[in-house]
């Protein structure tokens, strides 16, 4: 595989799979002006990520906290084309939940009448 390369880190993690260089994320570039990778392939890289979000919780809410804040007016814009786009998608699915509620609420109500009529003596 021309330009490929096998996925490991420096502390033991990765696959080991030899695996073009497009399987690497981006990180920026070389002093050469080349595009930088990751050491570990998207898939390995994705899942160190997640590890490291569950040991760090904090660091997480934090990172998330400042990103909210720095980009706050681009998530509600992103937030709000969302809702538009998918107006119908949301109404449906918010119908459907409001009607299983509403069914359960029926069918507690009718248990309770049930269990509460006076019996005949
Ligand atoms: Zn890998």
Redesign the pocket.
Known sequence: MNGGRV?ADTVGR??F?LKPETDFNRRGLNRDGTIRRTL??K??QAEAQREWEQDNPDRVKEIKTRTYRKHREAVLARERAYREAHRDEINAARRARRDEINARRCRRYAERVERERPRAA
């Open positions: 996925c990765g696959c799979t570990l392939c898939s390995c």
